[in-house]
Nanobody, 121 residues
Framework: VQLQASGGGLVQAGGSVRLSCAAS????????MGWFRQAPGKEREFVAA????????DYGDSMKDRFTISRCNAKNTVYLQMNSLKPEDTAVYYC???????????????WGQGTQVTVSS
């Protein structure tokens, strides 16, 4: 599967951004989808994951209550709605796909190219 992330940009602290990740192929619903992020000089960090049909979600500790992951299997797309953004949310955000439920980046098999989100104070 090929993944294409979009929707990043520059936003002020307290603002919102919605990221999208479009997947190619007909097997999108067989994949668990995740979002990760990486800031300069830092390790890649788990942001959110969603099960094959959207019934199961999980979030990184600092994202709970601010970020929402969702998916539309009919559109082969996963979304990440980010609210109440903080400067520390500044990072490149990546979408990824895997065949099993996991929040560990090394267990994801397919990755998008990343989209930059910059939050100004």
């Amino acid at each position: 599967v090929q993944l294409q992330a979009s929707g990043g940009g520059l936003v002020q602290a307290g603002g919102s951004v919605r990221l999208s990740c479009a997947a190619s192929g007909r097997t999108f619903s067989t994949y668990v989808m995740g979002w990760f992020r990486q800031a300069p000089g830092k390790e890649r960090e788990f942001v959110a994951a969603i099960g094959r049909f959207g019934g199961t979600t999980d979030y990184g500790d600092s994202m709970k209550d601010r970020f929402t992951i969702s998916r539309c299997n009919a559109k082969n797309t996963v979304y990440l709605q980010m609210n109440s953004l903080k400067p520390e949310d500044t990072a490149v955000y990546y979408c990824a796909a895997t065949g099993r439920w996991t929040t560990i980046s090394g267990q994801y098999d397919y990755w998008g190219q990343g989209t930059q989100v910059t939050v100004s104070s």
